[in-house]
């Protein structure tokens, strides 16, 4: 019971730390901006200039709070709750001489919230023709008030709370207790609470004092790359294996990329490790507020690249010394515990278990996946993802639907969409690993399953367990799919057998012209077919590929058409060979019926079945096999 109130409670700050950290991410850009014009023209800086200095104070005062209360509206309600979000972040600006980010962290998302809460009260009582005028005046008033309140009610309560803060911090500071918060942060890290920490928490206290200070300690407590490149350095140097041959790869990427969860699986496969990453950051913290080191701005990502472009003149030394002798701590603390340990041989496996349990704490406390096993009740939509949205998700998305459906479950929307249109209330959102930033940008409030074939793969596995405690509901009646003979959108003549075995790109290329010369797509179609496999293969598996222009290319769809190339020897797609490349152009939905057929296929043909469809000098097997009504 203890386990289960622990595990709720470190999920529910992950999710409330990732909203903070989400508000703040988005906008990093413009704390670089800042950072960068104070760095450089305040008297104190490398190009001391007092006029060009005048820059940055509008930034700090005005610009950043609004971007954050704009982004934390927009998280509730979208753009309207950015808009409302920001106009309420006014009045607190206003009613403030020091920069208001927590007041815009607080002021921001209550915007956004009112609005959402005031559109869905009267969304059935406006009279036609009058949305427009009720939207606008409604978001304005409703700011207007908002405004108001935070000038004369919340601004002063959060100036009181600052200064309560502020002494708190710098008492701890005048007492050299600083290094202790190390104890709270490296475990934290690894537990994916980083960027809450320190985008959500140390940010907005480090820009006060670096307005005042020109420079703050609080944006190195966690920024830091020492203690994880003093856990790689240890692994290097006495580890075993696999484990030993990955981290020159891992420490490059940690330090010079600044992605700190690179290191995060070394220390779950040891958690004793932790006592060394605390040990580091301790030593680092104790050496940075000796040397009187710090940054002007955040570092974001926490690369050493990036401390150092943030470091103001005067402060090389101190922070260099903070990394050093954080890495060095943290290496020989750790490399006491490997060298001390029974396990001689830490396998590929010791290292992937842990990469997995990695992957399921930062899943914790997402929207929709708040625990390993969701209950099915919770699970309503799940999206796939593709460049273009309509190939490779298409076909996942269709194979997907028909088992769940076959199981029994039909309350459960399976759908595919491009990247960059992914709705917002998707559950689960699938996608090749190539994709995987990108998708992630473009749903963040989703939880992300990442593959690298979208018919063979094991999501069928995860989502029957997030339902194996919900009962199966019969299965309505489907509507019959439309039949793509009749609607032309697969023609006998479109289907080529036993042709001679090519290259991969003259394969799709010769796909492309005949969709071409029937009439499915323009010239320049072809072109985004061949840009398209370049980024990432289109082969599905069990000998089929299915190539389909890019996004950019969408435009120059006709209409919807689907040819289809048999190789009875094969064409190389990569590692792979493909006896059947289907040509896809899809306009709408309405080749999803025979993406349908395929996914059927896969599944249900034996080797022998799939061997005659890779080998018939007959074109009406391939045809009706394609075009079949469901």
């Known amino acids: ?47 001391p200039n007092e006029y060009l200095a005048q820059v940055g104070g509008p930034m700090s005062k005005w610009l950043i709070p609004l971007l954050l209360g704009f982004t934390g509206g927009e998280a509730i309600y979208k753009h309207r709750g950015g808009v409302v979000g920001a106009i309420a972040t006014s009045g607190i600006i206003a009613g403030a001489d020091i920069p208001m980010f927590l007041g815009a962290m607080i002021m921001g998302p209550l915007g956004g919230w009112c609005i959402k809460k005031f559109d869905q009260a009267i969304e059935d009582s406006i009279p036609n023709g009058f949305e427009m005028l009720v939207n606008n005046f409604s978001a304005g008033i409703l700011g207007g008030i908002l405004a108001i309140l935070a000038f004369i009610g919340v601004g002063p309560v959060v100036l009181s709370a600052n200064g309560v803060l502020r002494a708190g911090v710098e008492g701890i500071v005048a007492m050299g207790l600083l290094p202790l918060a ?13 960027n809450a920490i320190n985008h959500g928490v140390l940010s907005p206290l480090g820009i006060q004092q670096a307005e005042e200070m020109g420079k703050s300690m609080f944006f190195l407590l966690e920024a830091n790359p020492g203690p994880g490149f003093g856990i790689l350095l240890a692994y290097w140097f006495f580890g075993k294996g696999s484990t030993k041959a990955s981290t020159p790869g891992a ?72 990394f050093l002798v954080a890495t060095v701590v943290s290496c020989a603390v750790a490399s006491v515990f490997i060298k001390a340990s029974k396990d001689d041989d830490e396998s590929e496996e010791d290292l992937e278990a842990a990469r997995e349990s990695m992957a399921a704490l930062k899943n914790r406390g997402k929207d929709g996946a708040a625990e390993p096993h969701v209950a099915g009740k919770d699970l309503k939509k799940i999206v796939y993802a593709c460049d273009a949205g309509m190939g490779s998700s298409a076909l996942g998305a269709a194979a997907l639907r028909k088992k769940l459906h076959k199981a029994g479950y039909n309350n459960i929307e399976v759908i595919n969409f491009a990247i960059g249109n992914i709705p917002s209330d998707a559950q689960i959102v ?30 069928f596995d995860i989502i029957m367990d997030r339902l194996q405690n919900v009962e199966t509901t019969e299965v309505a009646p489907k509507a019959q799919q439309a039949d793509a003979a009749a609607s032309g959108i697969l023609k006998i003549e479109n289907v080529r057998t036993g042709l001679p075995t090519v290259s991969k790109e003259e394969a799709i290329r010769a796909a492309g ?115 079949k009504a469901e």
């Open 182 to 194: 190390s104890i709270i942060i490296e475990p934290a890290k690894i537990l994916f609470l980083n």
């Open 251 to 322: 420490m490059i990427i940690h330090v010079l990329g600044g992605i700190h969860e690179i290191y995060f699986p070394y220390v779950l496969m040891k958690p004793t490790l932790l006592l060394a990453v605390i040990a580091g950051g301790m030593s680092g913290v104790f050496t940075l507020n000796l040397l009187g080191g710090g940054l002007i701005a955040p570092s974001s990502p926490g690369s050493i690249i990036a401390v150092l472009a943030m470091t103001p003149k005067g402060a090389f030394l101190a922070n260099m010394a903070d």
């Open 513 to 627: 012209e005949l969709l071409v010369k029937s009439g499915y797509v323009g010239e320049e179609y072809v072109e985004g077919m061949i840009r398209r496999e370049a980024d990432i293969s289109t082969y599905v598996g069990k000998g089929i590929a299915i190539p389909h222009g890019e996004n950019e290319v969408k435009s120059s769809i006709k209409k919807t058409g689907i040819v289809v190339l048999q190789y009875p020897q094969g064409v190389k797609f990569g590692d792979e060979t493909a006896h059947l490349v289907v040509g896809i152009a899809g306009l709408g939905n309405d080749h999803l019926s025979i993406l349908a057929n395929i996914a059927t296929t896969m599944d249900e043909c034996t080797d022998a079945e799939l061997q005659n469809l890779y080998t018939t000098t007959d074109a009406k097997v391939l045809f009706d096999m394609f075009t």
């Open 430 to 459: 699938v996608s090749h690993e190539k994709l995987a930033q990108r998708a992630i940008e473009d749903s963040p409030q989703a939880e992300h399953i990442f593959v690298r074939d979208f018919t063979q793969n094991n999501v």
């Open 1 to 47: 019971m203890a386990a289960k109130q622990n595990s709720a409670a470190q999920e529910a700050m992950q999710k409330f730390g990732r909203f903070l950290s989400g508000m703040v991410m988005p906008n990093i850009g413009a704390f670089i901006a800042w950072g960068f014009l104070t760095a450089l023209f305040i008297p104190t800086g490398w190009l």
